[in-house]
């Protein structure tokens, strides 16, 4: 996925957070728990003033069909996983 966004013109992920941070600010929401496995997301919500008070990894299922995207997400994407 990486290499093909790179192709096309792409970064590593094109999302962003801005509607998360307007719905959270919208209902006066300054701190959370997060799931997730992606250290950017905290990071730019802590950049907005949303406290992640804690980070709630996700255990991926490891099978031979994702095993390889899934270390590109570690080693590309910087994503914490344990693998």
């Not at 970064?11 to 300054?30: N, P, Q």
């Not at 709630?56 to 570690?74: A, C, E, H, R």
Request: charged share 35%.
């Amino acid at each position: 996925t990486y290499q093909a966004d790179n192709i096309l013109g792409f970064s590593g992920d094109e999302r962003d957070y801005k509607a998360a941070v307007k719905i959270l600010k919208f209902f006066k929401i300054k701190k959370c728990k997060l799931i997730t496995n992606n250290p950017e997301k905290i990071e730019y919500l802590k950049n907005n003033k949303i406290n992640v008070e804690k980070m709630i990894k996700i255990k991926p299922g490891i099978n031979k069909f994702n095993k390889k995207y899934l270390v590109t997400k570690k080693l590309i994407g910087k994503h914490l996983l344990n693998l």
